[in-house]
């Protein structure tokens, strides 16, 4: 079992930057694959971006590519987000979530999320 806690949400202004945290229970966090997913009122969620266990695949929707980067330290069992250049489309409650297999299938675990909202 992995329990999954999202921190670092807030209000920013557009333009401006936050840094979401994603910390793991358990001693096997680094055996996951881990990604981050958003929601936005009235919306789907939507995938953000994934990194495999050793940090050496990463891969971004294309309307955060560049803006974000996913990073992971599996000495702290804690996965990241790091959000630049914020826009109000951002505004969203932000998900981490763990996956077993380093290729396909569904998510296993999810955290309750943050809440990140950002105006213009």
């Known amino acids: 079992q992995v329990q999954l806690v999202e921190s670092g949400g807030g209000l920013v202004q557009a333009g401006g930057s936050l840094r979401l945290s994603c910390a793991a229970s358990g001693r096997t966090f680094s055996s996951y694959l881990m990604g981050w997913f958003r929601q936005a009122p009235g919306k789907e969620r939507e995938f953000v971006a994934r990194i495999n266990w050793n940090g050496n695949n990463i891969y971004y929707a294309g309307s955060v590519k560049g803006r974000f980067t996913i990073s992971r330290d599996n000495a702290k069992n804690t996965v990241y987000l790091q959000m630049n250049s914020l826009k109000p489309e951002d505004t969203a409650v932000y998900y981490c979530?763990?996956?077993?297999?380093?290729?396909?299938?569904?998510?296993?675990?999810w955290g309750k999320g943050t809440q990140v909202t950002v105006s213009s």
């Open positions: 979530a763990a996956r077993r297999n380093q290729i396909i299938g569904e998510y296993d675990y």
